[in-house]
């Protein structure tokens, strides 16, 4: 009955990366991934590779609607040891176009003006590559809320007016990128992916335009979790992305993952660990792997790239049984 139970709890490992794989125009990271020689690409796939997660999500790759780029990667990490047969990307908000001059500058159509910053549609989106069938089919995408209709809302306001007027107000979305609940089926039963790429709380005005919508799309989860938007998970879940926040360096709203970390339905299993290193402002805390606490954590750690072109962030992973 021990051997058993031992073979039962073979550990799940989960894993995040923000690949910083994202190119300057459409099509051309499925060019460089199809060259096989492109340094950033391999050094992506050589970190994945060592880490061999079951499941990884992935933030800074390009979505495509037939998901080449997504596709062609899986096809070099098929061909590096790491096969992932079971694929998901959504459209983001990333380079989506909203009409609407979102940024107050007086001009339509830039980057800015996109629900999220991109300068083409899904520039730097999210995908999810997974060893276990992904059940497409209960997928919630929150992708489209309005920011304010957030729950406590920190969207800007002037003098008692929205930042860049009315229409803006109610045409933003909060999520820059994406944010998702999606499960996957395990042989032994479901879990969730709650999973997101907030947008880095600066490369703004006085108003604190992006550092108050990157606090509220790690807020966003809260609010979640306590039924308010959305079905909250019913059984085991991950809470994990690119938070572009850390709890206290930097120029986000920290409060936000602070809160986060400290919700009682989570755990953190590596507190206090640096994920990114920005020639900026030095290592700091941003990207996150949380699971519920219905999960028995085995191990965790990090991966950081190799190269002079590698991601400046570490892939995150978990080793988790339940």
């Known amino acids: 009955m021990l051997l058993a139970s031992i ?25 460089d991934i199809l060259r096989g020689d492109d340094p950033s690409v391999s050094s992506v796939v050589q970190t994945i590779s060592a880490a061999n997660p079951d499941i990884i999500v992935l933030q800074g790759i390009d979505y495509d609607l037939e998901l080449s780029a997504l596709t062609a990667l899986a096809d ?10 079971y694929r998901f990307a959504a459209p983001p908000n990333a380079g989506r176009q909203s009409g609407v001059d979102l940024n107050g500058d007086g001009k ?30 209960d997928l919630q995408d929150f992708s489209t809320l309005i920011w304010r209709d957030l729950p406590s809302s920190l969207y800007p306001m002037i ?7 009315a229409k803006a107000h109610a045409t933003q979305r909060l999520s820059s990128n994406s944010h998702w609940s999606l499960p996957i089926e395990l042989p032994d039963g479901s879990i969730t992916l709650l999973t997101y790429h907030a947008t880095p709380p600066v490369f703004d005005g006085p108003e604190d335009r992006n550092g108050r919508r990157n606090h509220d799309e790690t807020a966003f989860w809260v609010h979640h979790l306590a039924g308010e938007i959305g079905t909250p998970p019913t059984h085991p879940f991950i809470l994990l992305g690119d938070a572009n926040l850390d709890p206290t360096r930097g120029d986000g709203r920290g409060d936000a993952i602070t809160t986060l970390l400290a919700h009682p339905s989570i755990q953190d299993p590596l507190p206090d660990h640096p994920t990114v ?15 519920s606490r219905d999960w028995q954590v085995v191990d ?16 995150v992973w978990v080793d988790l049984t339940r």
């Open 159 to 165: 003098d008692g007016t929205p930042f860049a007027g």
């Open 7 to 31: 073979a039962q709890a073979e550990p799940l490992r989960i894993a995040t990366f923000n690949t910083e794989l994202s190119r300057k125009g459409p099509g051309l990271l499925l060019r």
């Open 300 to 315: 965790a750690g990090l991966i950081w790239p190799k190269g002079d072109t590698a991601s400046r962030h570490a892939l």
């Open 108 to 137: 339509l159509g830039g980057p800015r003006d996109a629900h999220g910053y991109g300068r083409f549609f899904g520039q730097g989106a999210m995908a999810i590559l997974s060893r276990h069938p992904i059940l497409t089919e």
């Open 277 to 291: 290193n920005w020639s900026q402002t030095g290592p700091m805390r941003v990207d996150y792997l949380l699971p």
């Open 76 to 85: 070099a990490l098929t061909a590096a040891g790491a096969p992932y047969p």
